[in-house]
């Protein structure tokens, strides 16, 4: 069974600094692309960013660059979104995804590429 659990969500103030976690299981995580997207009320999900099999090629919404950091540990299973400097506008529910698809970059910024999700973690960003 496939699982990708995410973590670390929370509240914080705008311009803090918060790291999200996303902890696979049931697939060959080695072999897989990890996507972060969120989404906020009455809005569509959102790319937030990609990373590659190997960790070696990352891609962001330009919301989101300079800002938010992708990583993985392909020995722990897990994927990080690590998010500094943070807005009001961040404030969503933030979900990890995967695909097996052959990652080219933009064919990963939409939502069908993926074909697992974990159940999100609610960022909370105030004034």
């Known amino acids: 069974q496939v699982q990708l659990v995410e973590s670390g969500g929370g509240s914080v103030q705008a311009g803090g600094s918060l790291r999200l976690s996303c902890v696979a299981s049931?697939?060959?995580?080695?072999?897989?692309?990890m996507g972060w997207f969120r989404q906020a009320p009455g809005k569509e999900r959102e790319f937030v960013g990609v990373i590659n099999k190997s960790g070696d090629s990352k891609t962001y919404s330009d919301s989101v660059k300079g800002r938010f950091t992708i990583s993985r540990d392909n020995a722990k299973n897990t994927v990080y979104l690590q998010m500094n400097i943070l807005k009001l506008e961040d404030t969503a529910v933030y979900y990890c995804?995967?695909?097996?698809?052959?990652?080219?970059?933009?064919?990963?910024?939409?939502?069908?590429?993926?074909?697992?999700w974990g159940q999100g973690t609610q960022v909370t960003v105030s004034s």
């Open positions: 995804a995967t695909s097996s698809r052959t990652y080219s970059g933009s064919n990963a910024y939409t939502p069908v590429y993926y074909d697992y």
């Open positions: 049931g697939l060959a995580f080695r072999s897989r692309v």
